[in-house]
């Protein structure tokens, strides 16, 4: 069993789960120009017929914009960073609805535009590793941890992400919101992971940069609730983590001895 040297605590575990975006990967840098494209195109269909969104541009998904409008940022607690390609989807259809369009129309229309806005992110093949990530995962398998990925994302897109980054031979298993009924922060995704790895839940731990993946954690009894944060002085929203880093590298991994 590894030993986990984390802010002066040790914990002893079996497997670690990782959120995906935002955790393995930078968040915007994949996920930015799908939300650049969806509310362009929506701000078009607006102005073509005279409407406007019911909420400010940067309340329709939760993002951040420069003095040109070009993304820069995102909530993270909006509906971008946490929920679901199909949540958003919901949510936007939503906004033509507002404007008078009927809901079947309104759907349709939404999934028209997420289907080009995702034709373009994998053109682009925006993902590449967060620092010290590729360092902590071979120290992971040296240390014998079994590896997992938990995710509001697809299977499928998160097999293919893995694989652009050059990662996804780390990971035992995968688990998307399409093999769940419950996705995040409940903890039926840990659970199928954790049984894919062969652990009990309390014999993992979970890695996540949204409270989201620290509640399912909890709500699963998770071994230790690692909430990630590059700028740690704004990861207040991190509440329920047992811990927050800002680097991988704070991560020290070592093996368990043995009583004989």
Known sequence: MAVLEIQGKSIA??????????TLLDFLQLWGPWAESMLSQLQ????????????ELEHVLGTLHDSQGRINGYDVQGPLAIATVDECNGWLAGQLYAAGTPWNEAITIIRGFSSAAMKSVRERKSAEP????????????????SLA??????????????????????????????????????AESFLLACRELSVEAHEAMVIGDSNGDMQMGRHAGAAFTLGYCPQLDQSSY?????????HYDELGIGLKEERE
Do not use: Y
């Open 130 to 145: 967060l620092p010290g990530l590729l360092d902590l995962l071979r120290r992971c398998k040296e240390a014998g941890l």
């Open 44 to 55: 078009v269909w607006m102005q073509e017929r005279g409407a406007s969104f019911t909420v």
């Open 149 to 186: 990925v938990v995710t509001s994302d697809s299977t499928a897109a998160a097999e293919t992400h893995l694989e652009w980054m050059g990662i996804r031979s780390f990971f035992t298993s995968i688990v998307g919101c399409d093999r769940v009924t419950r996705g995040k922060p409940d």
């Open 13 to 22: 575990c079996k497997a670690m789960l990782f959120d995906k975006d935002g």
């Open 238 to 246: 991190l509440h329920e983590a047992d811990a927050v880093i800002r």
